[in-house]
Nanobody, 122 residues
Framework: VQLQASGGGLVEAGGSLILSCAAS????????RGWFRRAPGKEREFVAA????????YYADSVKGRWTISGDKAKNTVYLQMNSLKPEDTAIYYC????????????????WGQGTQVTVSS
């Protein structure tokens, strides 16, 4: 199983980015995909998750209302549309798949992508 994250970059505060995470070797009908991030000097934290089957979406309070997670089963790809970016959103963003318990619990995810850097300038 491989998860390939892409779409990171440098953007000014208030701008937008779209992250993508393409999966290979993973059934498109798998249960869920998630996004996490790790800012410099901080622990990895949950950002968003999507139930691949029912479409239910979950967001961290810090991104709710600004960002949208979505998925394309045909492409086996999950997206994270990030709007109204803030300098505190600067982090390495990781996609993950197949949580065994707890959408927001990083330790429960079975597979991880390599991460993509997002830098938001003030």
């Amino acid at each position: 199983v491989q998860l390939q994250a892409s779409g990171g970059g440098l953007v000014e505060a208030g701008g937008s980015l779209i992250l993508s995470c393409a999966a290979s070797g993973l059934t498109s009908g798998s249960n869920a995909r998630g996004w996490f991030r790790r800012a410099p000097g901080k622990e990895r934290e949950f950002v968003a998750a999507i139930n691949w089957n029912g479409g239910t979406k979950y967001y961290a309070d810090s991104v709710k209302g600004r960002w949208t997670i979505s998925g394309d089963k045909a492409k086996n790809t999950v997206y994270l549309q990030m709007n109204s970016l803030k300098p505190e959103d600067t982090a390495i963003y990781y996609c993950a798949a197949e949580p065994q318990a707890g959408w927001a619990l990083a330790a429960s995810y079975s597979y991880w992508g390599q991460g993509t850097q997002v830098t938001v300038s003030s």
